[in-house]
């Protein structure tokens, strides 16, 4: 029975302990993205995946409760989900609290820059045209994050990704495939938008919940995206 005891009592703790963790993790809750560029690759649906992507990479790193898309999309409607970049502090907050959420997420992609130079050569086989490029891609997105409780916004910040490389592009004039970023997957559109989702992923979570040296690091990319903005932005 002492043994019974020990287990039960070893189980009982467990449990707690995993429940006090979880209510430790803060309610987060992604709108979908805004758009303010005249990048090539951005249509209708493309808001809602971005939103969910970052939805995604969040709760893959459980560090945040994050709160289903669906139920986003019931309780606030899409009108409002459409609107989401464009609401003030008070309206934000008003949303986060009927769906739960003690944040509110809204990012903008502020700027878009590709620069695609021909290497020569290429190909055509059964309609599909295959030609050799050297492409670079540069996106920066404006992120806030709102607090349902007080309307207060408590993150600000824009975060910037690169990609480059050789690559392929890909004409299908028998019809594209499915998806709004489907032609993007292996491009450095593509591969810049999938890192700069990661890079707020991780800022967001060294910034609201490690909270350590991880943001001397950040801080050093926001002053050199300052120094940069002086500059302009190359891709060369």
Not at 26 to 39: H, Q, Y
Not at 128 to 139: C, E, N, P, T
Not at 140 to 153: F, K, M, N, P, Q
């Amino acid at each position: 029975m002492k043994k019974i005891g020990i287990i039960c009592s070893a189980i009982l703790i467990s449990l707690l302990s995993n429940i006090a963790t979880a209510a430790e993790k803060p309610t987060m809750a992604v709108l979908d993205f805004r758009n303010t560029t005249g990048a090539y690759w951005w249509g209708s649906n493309v808001g809602r995946e971005l939103g969910g992507m970052l939805t995604n990479e969040l709760a893959s790193g459980k560090k945040f409760r994050m709160i289903e898309r669906e139920k986003l999309a019931s309780v606030l409607g899409e009108q409002d989900l459409a609107a989401s970049g464009r609401v003030s502090g008070s309206k934000a907050a008003k949303m986060g609290k009927m769906v739960g959420a003690q944040y509110l997420v809204t990012a903008t992609v502020s700027s878009f820059e590709s620069n695609v130079n021909s290497t020569g050569g290429g190909l055509s086989f059964k309609g599909v045209s295959l030609g050799g490029k050297r492409k670079k891609a540069y996106i920066a997105v404006d992120l806030r994050v709102v607090d349902s409780s007080t309307g207060e916004i408590v993150e600000t910040r824009t975060v910037e990704a690169r990609s480059g490389g050789l690559g392929l592009s890909v004409g299908l004039n028998r019809g594209g495939f499915g998806g709004s970023l489907a032609n993007e997957k292996k491009t450095p559109a593509g591969k810049a938008i999938r890192a700069v989702v990661a890079e707020i992923s991780n800022y967001l979570e060294c910034s609201m919940v490690k909270r350590n040296k991880c943001l001397d690091k950040f801080e050093a990319k926001e002053r050199k995206r300052r120094e940069g903005l002086s500059k302009g932005i190359s891709l060369d």
